[in-house]
């Protein structure tokens, strides 16, 4: 008996250690959640080619992208960014200002909606891509006046936002050069960004924002630019990745739009493909946001049609939605 009550008594110690130790791991948890928002880490900068937090720490941005917010902009309401924040981990969500296709040329109201949608963010502490999408109008010089405009105004608007990031291009595409078309339109609109902030903005690369080695041939000389890579896991693999690769070696990249379907947006999903670029991501720390926040019937949506514009559950997720649920909430 003696025995017994010296085991018990040398014990009580041990489970205290224990739950000591239990409580400091529960609060670095605690600690590390709230570090990924921007009240812990402000303004974002590039620095030795790589993102970095106010501090110099680097930082990973994992996100959602809307879908045209003309067609189903009343997802990016307050209880689904919300949803996504609390229960899909998200620090970043993506707005996509489609420009032709019914969007921001056609219907200026969308600006009332972007705005909307970055005070939202805004308010739950996570940054924001503010997103030209350019795409079936192929090259951004086409309309850069109307750029020049959007960007002028937004930028003043949001002047002491931390919080924003510009995606001045989304993917230029067809006879697009980064020479000719794409850098001298983001030396425009870089100055007309630059005379109100100083924070990140993505450019965009030729081919649907692919051939990032262009950008690195000749990158804008301006400080905290970074430069789109976008893919779809059904179409691009081990070639782009090679590209991506070497293209780090001289520029920043920022993966502003990518999926689990081949490059329509449709047609299946390819998740040992993805998996792969999710390695290549998280081993060369590259920031993200996933396609898309919509119920669209199509392969790259997160949710399935019909699903509640204020209400998502994993019921309403496919298979896309549970694959990105899933990578979000695992620790890279």
């Known amino acids: 008996m003696k025995k017994t009550n010296k085991q018990t008594i040398n014990e009580e110690p041990n489970l205290k250690q224990e739950e000591q130790v239990y409580s400091k ?24 080619n790589q993102l970095v937090n106010q501090y110099s720490e680097p930082i990973q941005l994992r996100g959602i992208s809307t879908h045209g917010i003309q067609w189903y902009g009343d997802f990016a309401n307050e209880s689904v960014i919300k949803t996504l924040k609390e229960e899909w981990n998200i620090n970043l969500f993506r707005i996509a200002m489609y420009t032709s296709e019914g969007g ?12 909307e949608i970055v005070d939202i963010a805004t308010n739950l502490d996570l940054y924001v891509i503010i997103d030209w999408h350019i795409l079936t109008d192929n090259n951004p010089m ?6 020049k405009t959007f960007f002028k105004e937004i930028s003043e608007k949001y002047k002491d936002n931390k919080n924003i990031i510009y995606e001045i291009c989304n993917e230029p595409n067809g006879d697009v050069k980064w020479d000719n078309d794409i850098r001298p339109y983001a030396e425009e609109i ?8 100083d924070n990140i903005i993505i450019v965009g690369t030729p081919t649907w924002s692919q051939d990032v080695l262009d950008a690195a041939k000749n990158p804008l000389e301006e400080k905290n630019i970074m430069y789109a890579l976008h893919f ?21 990249i920022f993966v502003s739009e990518w999926g689990v379907s081949d490059a329509s947006g449709n047609n299946g999903v390819y998740l040992e493909e993805a998996e792969k670029w999710i390695e290549f991501i998280n081993n060369n720390n590259l920031s993200w946001a996933a396609w898309s926040l919509s119920d669209k019937d199509e392969s790259s949506a997160l949710l399935k ?10 019921n309403d997720l496919t298979e896309a939605g ?8 695992n620790d890279k």
């Open 25 to 48: 791991q529960n609060e670095k948890t605690k600690q590390e959640e709230l570090n990924n928002y921007v009240s812990y880490n402000g303004k974002l900068k590039i620095e030795n």
């Open 104 to 115: 921001y040329l056609t219907n200026k109201n969308l600006k009332q909606k972007v705005e």
């Open 142 to 147: 086409t309309n850069l006046e109307e750029a």
């Open 190 to 197: 870089t100055k007309i960004i630059r005379k109100n902030t």
């Open 232 to 252: 779809y896991s059904g179409t691009h693999k081990e070639e782009l990745r090679n590209r991506a690769k070497e293209a780090l070696k001289t520029i920043p």
């Open 305 to 314: 049609p019909g699903t509640s514009k204020t209400n998502i559950t994993d």
């Open 322 to 329: 549970k694959f990105i649920k899933n990578q979000l909430r």
